[in-house]
């Protein structure tokens, strides 16, 4: 009789735990939902007065009411681009040292570090972008840049310091963390077969490395890039402090800019007419969007990975 009861008591107990973590994870998807729907209905005004003219558009005139987010969208791709181009060499190099070639000793403790990273709110980098990164890109790289490199339209124009180029590099650090620890993780999950297979055959550490860990999570490298990419669409204040805060589309890496985030949280509080915050929350809707995107693509690449056989080497 006991024997059943505690088998009664082991069944209640899992259908409760089954159906409060079901519930759980359909509130998230919900939320989620709930979010999007909010700002489509919230956006219905600029979408009706538009149309697609407002993604085109590059006139942000409040006084006259007219609005069009290609010079956000333009800042935002840019500064998140170049984001990306400076951190996934190094956040890559960073997880192929740690994984493959680090004591472990030093893996710990540069994994931390690097890790660390993430946890630095976002106002202190801008701060550091303000007093510390700013004034050298203006008198130091960005002249070097111009004198060598001048030819190309990305390095053209008068160095300022608060522009495209330092909100990339901010951008950079701030998503380092993400690339580092997730292509760790997945160059992990390469079998350590593989390894010892390309060794054996006589190939060298670094012939090891590109045969058989690149190949086999590449994958699940460009995933943390996108991921990467993801997470940089979406920073606010870091971007606002050193962009420079100009609607303006140009072809040169340093002239200031404005991204969809940074145009949110300076201009949403001063929307004084309907069309106005509609239009604000329109930009939210096409950056939701694109983030949400980025980001189940990414989980799929990631997810592609994660499902081989057990690798090692990740501590």
């Keep these: 009789m006991s024997r059943d009861n505690n088998r009664l008591y082991e069944s209640v107990g899992d259908k409760t735990l089954r159906y409060i973590t079901l519930l759980m994870a359909i509130l998230v998807v919900a939320l989620m939902i709930w979010i999007g729907w909010q700002m489509f209905s919230s956006s219905q005004e600029s979408i009706h007065h538009f149309g697609w003219a407002f993604i085109t558009g590059r006139v942000w005139d409040p006084v006259h009411h007219t609005f069009g987010a290609l010079p956000f969208i333009y800042g935002t791709l840019v500064t998140s681009i170049v984001a990306i181009v400076i951190a996934a060499p190094i956040g890559i190099s960073v997880a192929i040292y740690l994984n493959e070639m680090a004591h472990s000793k030093v893996r710990k403790v540069v994994a931390f570090l690097v890790e660390l990273l993430a946890a630095i709110p976002s106002v202190v980098y801008g701060l550091w972008g303000i007093f510390v990164l700013a004034p050298v890109l ?178």
């Design 138 to 315: 203006r008198q130091s790289v960005e002249p070097w840049l111009t004198k060598w490199f001048g030819f190309i339209p990305w390095f053209k124009g008068a160095p300022v310091g608060f522009d495209m180029f330092g909100g990339g590099i901010i951008l950079a650090i701030m998503i380092l963390p993400t690339i580092s620890s997730i292509s760790r993780e997945v160059m992990a999950a390469v079998p350590t077969a593989h390894r010892e297979a390309a060794l054996a055959l006589g190939a060298t550490k670094w012939e090891m490395i590109r045969i058989s860990v690149l190949s086999y999570s590449k994958s699940g490298i460009l995933g943390s890039m996108m991921l990467g990419l993801g997470r940089a669409l979406g920073e606010t204040m870091a971007v606002t402090m050193v962009i420079g805060n100009m609607p303006k589309i140009s072809s040169s890496l340093f002239s200031s800019a404005y991204s969809m985030a940074a145009v949110i949280a300076n201009e949403f509080t001063e929307a004084t007419y309907s069309l106005y915050l509609s239009a604000c929350i329109e930009i939210g809707l096409i950056l939701f969007a694109i983030t949400l995107l980025l980001n189940i693509l990414a989980r799929l690449l990631v997810w592609s990975v994660a499902r081989g056989p057990k690798g090692g080497h990740l501590v």
